[in-house]
């Protein structure tokens, strides 16, 4: 009897293996619902509920525009800053992550280091720093700069693992130093990824920061917190229109900033 192999078997029954993915992803999506217990009846009848909430943030108070302001200018600050921590921190830890670079006991520290930072909240960093510096801008500031470094760690630490070796290896055989490989090799590679990176982030803490404000670390978030947990929506809905028209302006700008650095 004529027996095939694992490689033959998919050359003679190119659907096999697409059927089972599908079959596979059919039994984790099947899994995850069941663990969701979603109740249909429930969400049909708190439609009405729904509707009555939405229909309390309008029309939106413009008298608060110049409060909305004011703290979507400290939210910018925040993440200006922030993520400028969090890159030049950043930097370090992704260049002990990489493959290609460091050995595998300082991977072993800067990946845990990584994982670390990543799996705390955000708004946890929130309330650590809002009981170490009290309420107010310093305190979310720190935190998003902490949680820059979880995520931007990362993205700089793939941007150096995409590096063209074979170009590497052609200064080391013209006798490059190790710093002139780095300026000359691998910096012009990984500079449009890196700042395409950092934008984003830029953009990403902008949300994070309005977030934070609701553990009183400062910016618009606080603004926001304090109009809902005082049932003024109307005012509410005034600071999320503010931040929606600034953080549509920062994603079209960073979009075209980063397809500008991917083309150089």
Known sequence: MKKFSNSQIFHRYPWFMPSLVFLLMIGVYTWALQG???DLKLLKDSWPFITDFISRLFP???QVLDIAIKGLIETVQMSVWGTSIGAVLSLPIAIASSNNIAPLWLRW???LLQNAVRSVPSIILGLIFV?????GAPAGTLALSIYTIGYLAKFYQQAIESVDYHSL???QVIGASKIQIAQYGILPQILPLG???TLWMFEYNIRAASVLGVVGAGGIGFQLKSYIDGFEYTKATTMMLVLLVVVTVIDWFSSKLRRYLESI
């Open 195 to 197: 700042l395409g990176y």
């Open 36 to 38: 969701l217990k979603v």
């Open 169 to 171: 290896e052609s200064l």
């Open 60 to 62: 939106p108070n413009l």
């Open 109 to 111: 520290i800067a990946n």
């Open 131 to 135: 009981a170490a510096t009290g309420l």
